[in-house]
């Protein structure tokens, strides 16, 4: 005799959430109003809509540091966001948080991005200075808003209010004039919900030591170098201590591994304490008070200089810098190209450029993956390719 299916029900899912999450069955709601999900929560929905969806997948072949044909086990774009999402879980659990907002808000948060990274995103916000900008964090709200084509009903990937807040992690004044609702905090002075918040410290843990592990992998980074840092030479020290026989590359993963632990740790620690001090009571009460999700000032001094090496010692590094002027050429001449012939674009993307100008031609460049563009800009300016 088989047993009857067990009813999924979003309030025991939800149960041990602490009383300053975001709830599903509380959700501001989608803009196109829809049934809600039998089996799952509308924020599993979410999350469930964006790992389907076209730009989540392109991600695979989008930049993190390195260019996507200079090796297959460097971070990409689309593992950076597992790795985000992992930490983030693991943060929100601590908390009490709603785990699955936070993956929502993890997986999509790059999803606007360039290929070729920073300097993809640098060089096509140049190119569309005279018509608005452009900046990733606003296209990834592009991205699940509007320019992915999976429904029939809508377009866009018509997520909760909470995910789609969450992605919108900055935002100029004039900019949150026009997009309304998602992003009227930016105008009132309040924050985001503080699974958002986790979202965004979890990002930084994840690309800081990734990319200890790519610069060193890469042979950028030196070794003796990064022990000038103090976080890094703190941690590598004790795994030597305890390992004294360890080779060289499991030194390095042990060390980032503890590393991401201490930052973990320090992350919930602090955020608890404030939490205590705070004493939230509802989502409002996050919103109104001040950040919530940090570290601890000791911590925080640490990754600062983390991230000052890093910028000088890796993402200046002359090989990647060479990268870097390559990126914005090409990025720079496919934008002038189109942008002087729209002929030269698929038929549906040349009309929609006649219809929106050159913010179409930004949205076909940065759903672009790195060696597409690269074909592209080959078959544009290479003579012989066609």
């Given at each position: 005799m088989t047993s009857a299916a067990i009813p999924f029900s979003v309030a025991d899912h939800e149960a041990g959430l602490a009383r300053y999450a975001a709830r599903s069955d509380a959700t501001r709601g989608r803009v196109h109003a829809e049934d809600p999900p039998a089996s799952r929560t509308?924020?599993?929905?979410?999350?469930?809509?964006?790992?389907?969806?076209?730009?989540?997948?392109?991600?695979?072949?989008?930049?993190?540091?390195?260019?996507?044909?200079?090796?297959?086990?460097?971070?990409?774009?689309?593992t950076h966001s597992l790795e985000v999402a992992q930490i983030a879980r693991s943060v929100a659990?601590?908390?009490?948080?709603?785990?699955?907002?936070?993956?929502?808000?993890?997986?999509?948060?790059?999803?606007?991005?360039t290929p070729f990274g920073h300097a993809g995103q640098d060089a096509l916000n140049e190119c569309?200075?005279?018509?608005g900008g452009f900046?990733?964090?606003?296209?990834?709200?592009?991205?699940?808003?509007?320019?992915e084509e999976r429904y029939g009903a809508f377009d866009g990937l018509n997520l909760c209010f909470e995910t789609r807040e969450g992605i919108l992690k900055h935002c100029s004044p004039d900019n949150a004039r026009q997009l309304g609702a998602v992003a009227e905090r930016f105008l009132l002075r309040r924050q985001s919900t503080i699974e958002a918040q986790v979202a965004n410290l979890a990002d930084e843990i994840a690309y800081n030591n990734h990319d200890i592990d790519d610069g060193l992998r890469s042979?950028?980074?030196?070794?003796?170098?990064?022990?000038?840092?103090?976080?890094?030479a703190r941690?590598?020290?004790?795994?030597?201590?305890?390992?004294?026989?360890?080779?060289?590359?499991?030194?390095?993963?042990?060390?980032?591994?503890?590393?991401?632990?201490?930052?973990?740790?320090?992350?919930?620690?602090?955020?608890?304490?404030?939490?205590d001090e705070a004493r939230p009571a509802s989502v409002d009460d996050v919103?109104?008070?001040?950040?919530?999700?940090?570290?601890?000032?000791?911590?925080?001094?640490?990754?600062?200089?983390?991230?000052s090496f890093l910028f000088a010692n890796l993402y200046r590094h002359p090989q990647v810098m060479r990268m870097t002027m390559k990126a914005r050429r090409i990025v720079g001449d496919l934008f002038a190209a189109f942008q002087e012939e729209p002929r030269l674009l698929p038929v549906e993307h040349c009309e929609r450029v006649q219809r929106e100008g050159p913010r179409a031609i930004a949205d076909y460049i940065a759903g672009m993956t790195d060696r597409y563009a690269i074909r592209e800009h080959r078959r544009l300016f290479a003579i012989g390719e066609f």
């Amino acid at each position: 005799m088989t047993s009857a299916a067990i009813p999924f029900s979003v309030a025991d899912h939800e149960a041990g959430l602490a009383r300053y999450a975001a709830r599903s069955d509380a959700t501001r709601g989608r803009v196109h109003a829809e049934d809600p999900p039998a089996s799952r929560t509308q924020f599993q929905r979410d999350r469930d809509r964006i790992i389907h969806s076209t730009a989540f997948r392109r991600l695979e072949y989008k930049t993190q540091v390195f260019v996507n044909h200079e090796g297959d086990l460097f971070r990409t774009r689309l593992t950076h966001s597992l790795e985000v999402a992992q930490i983030a879980r693991s943060v929100a659990r601590s908390l009490r948080v709603n785990e699955d907002l936070v993956e929502a808000i993890s997986l999509a948060h790059d999803l606007g991005h360039t290929p070729f990274g920073h300097a993809g995103q640098d060089a096509l916000n140049e190119c569309m200075r005279p018509f608005g900008g452009f900046e990733h964090n606003l296209q990834s709200l592009r991205v699940v808003d509007v320019l992915e084509e999976r429904y029939g009903a809508f377009d866009g990937l018509n997520l909760c209010f909470e995910t789609r807040e969450g992605i919108l992690k900055h935002c100029s004044p004039d900019n949150a004039r026009q997009l309304g609702a998602v992003a009227e905090r930016f105008l009132l002075r309040r924050q985001s919900t503080i699974e958002a918040q986790v979202a965004n410290l979890a990002d930084e843990i994840a690309y800081n030591n990734h990319d200890i592990d790519d610069g060193l992998r890469s042979g950028l980074l030196q070794p003796e170098r990064l022990d000038e840092v103090p976080l890094y030479a703190r941690h590598r020290e004790a795994v030597m201590a305890r390992m004294p026989g360890i080779s060289p590359r499991r030194a390095v993963h042990e060390t980032v591994r503890h590393i991401i632990d201490t930052l973990v740790r320090d992350l919930t620690q602090e955020t608890a304490r404030r939490i205590d001090e705070a004493r939230p009571a509802s989502v409002d009460d996050v919103r109104n008070a001040a950040p919530l999700v940090a570290f601890s000032g000791s911590i925080r001094d640490e990754q600062d200089e983390l991230k000052s090496f890093l910028f000088a010692n890796l993402y200046r590094h002359p090989q990647v810098m060479r990268m870097t002027m390559k990126a914005r050429r090409i990025v720079g001449d496919l934008f002038a190209a189109f942008q002087e012939e729209p002929r030269l674009l698929p038929v549906e993307h040349c009309e929609r450029v006649q219809r929106e100008g050159p913010r179409a031609i930004a949205d076909y460049i940065a759903g672009m993956t790195d060696r597409y563009a690269i074909r592209e800009h080959r078959r544009l300016f290479a003579i012989g390719e066609f």
